[in-house]
């Protein structure tokens, strides 16, 4: 049996892209410089398809598609910013912002901040609720709890009591 081809085109928000077979759909986007904001994903280790912030839309497929878990096919045609796209990961800030502490004006993660960028750009601009926010001993979020765990230096933790309110 003849082995399938080595690469396959995908084309993603109109730009057609070829990378190698078992590409995901987010690393074809990056070569093809389209960003799609990740958060659980890490290249050290495989997949988690937790956070749900990589969606995009993926012709005659039904649902919104995490694209970090999503193997690239021949003939793909995926949308990473229509507006049902911009809505989920709008909709997903908010839900991953709604239990975070306000912390960042004393937070040394604060200008460095994955969680902060991509609210930036992909959040929704103002939050939907106004009730006072958790406080954590240590930020909870993916990246800067792995990097700490990794024992690189994570601006957000905490060690004294005494920081916290
Ligand atoms: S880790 Fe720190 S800077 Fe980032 S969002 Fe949380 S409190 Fe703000
Ligand atoms: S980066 Fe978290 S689900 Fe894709």
Known sequence: MAEPPATVTLTIDGRAVTVARGTTVWHAAQQAGIDIPIFCYLDRMPPLGACRQCFVRVEKMPRLQTSCTLVAEEGMVVSASTPDVRAAQERNLEF????????????DKGGECPL?????????????TSPSRSRWDRCWCW???????????????RSSPAMMR
């Open 96 to 107: 991953l912002l709604i239990n975070h502490p306000l912390d960042c004006p004393i937070c």
């Open 116 to 128: 902060q960028d991509q609210t930036f750009a992909y959040g929704p601009g103002r939050s939907a």
């Open 143 to 157: 990246t800067a709890s792995a990097a700490f765990s990794a024992g690189a230096a994570c601006g957000s933790a």
